[in-house]
Structure formats: structure tokens, C-alpha cells
């Protein structure tokens, strides 16, 4: 089953009464227009620069404000690119984040 919906994420800085900043992330949920195939050419000519594209979503430009990541089937995605197919839709080409682990000293 897929989603009808996917949620973009937008990290931004905010700083507290004492002068802290600490990282925001806004989730906004928008439609998707269409779910494609990654096309195998554009797997490998990705894959030779460190990427490996997985997902593309096709969604209304109005909805896109140069977000990083989303948030799709409970999966986190990295937007590693984006192509506009018209002026109302662009899509977004995307690869599974694989969250960074930290070294423990101890």
C-alpha cells in the first residue's frame, strides 16, 4: 500500500530566552501527485557520485520550499535532487537516510 501524502521536513535554528540555539524541524504535510520509478540510468549515473536513489515523488511546486528531507511510509528520505516537470510539479528524487551514528567515549 502507498501513501497518499508524504511530510517535508525543514530544519531551522531558534534561540531560547538565554541564547541557545537548538535545531526545529517542521513537518508539513503535502499530497503526492503521482509515485515513479527511479529510472535505472539515473540509479547508476547517481550511484557514481555516492547516492542511491530510491523514491520519486511528484508533487505541486507550490508545496516545495527547498526542503532537504521527508518523511514517507514512516521512512526518512534525503532529497538528493529535483526535476520540474512543469511550472506546477516538480519531482522530488530521493534516497533512504541512514541516520549517522555517534562514537561513544567511555
Given at each position: 500500500?502507498?501513501?497518499?501524502?508524504?511530510?517535508?521536513?525543514?530544519?531551522?535554528?531558534?534561540?531560547?530566552?538565554?541564547?541557545?540555539?537548538?535545531?526545529?524541524?517542521?513537518?508539513?504535510?503535502?499530497?503526492?501527485?503521482?509515485?515513479?520509478?527511479?529510472?535505472?540510468?539515473?540509479?547508476?549515473?547517481?550511484?557514481?557520485?555516492?547516492?542511491?536513489?530510491?523514491?520519486?515523488?511528484?508533487?505541486?511546486?507550490?508545496?516545495?520550499?527547498?526542503?532537504?528531507?521527508?518523511?514517507?511510509?514512516?521512512?526518512?528520505?534525503?532529497?538528493?535532487?529535483?526535476?520540474?516537470?512543469t511550472a506546477d510539479e516538480i519531482i522530488?528524487?530521493?534516497?533512504?537516510?541512514?541516520?549517522?551514528v555517534k562514537n561513544s567515549k567511555g
Amino acid at each position: 500500500m502507498r501513501d497518499v501524502s508524504c511530510k517535508l521536513l525543514a530544519t531551522t535554528l531558534q534561540t531560547d530566552s538565554i541564547g541557545v540555539q537548538k535545531e526545529v524541524v517542521k513537518e508539513t504535510e503535502v499530497p503526492i501527485i503521482k509515485i515513479e520509478d527511479v529510472y535505472a540510468n539515473e540509479f547508476y549515473e547517481a550511484n557514481e557520485q555516492g547516492y542511491s536513489p530510491s523514491l520519486r515523488l511528484r508533487i505541486s511546486t507550490l508545496n516545495y520550499e527547498n526542503e532537504k528531507e521527508l518523511i514517507y511510509m514512516d521512512t526518512i528520505y534525503s532529497i538528493i535532487r529535483t526535476q520540474e516537470v512543469t511550472a506546477d510539479e516538480i519531482i522530488l528524487i530521493c534516497e533512504r537516510k541512514i541516520k549517522n551514528v555517534k562514537n561513544s567515549k567511555g
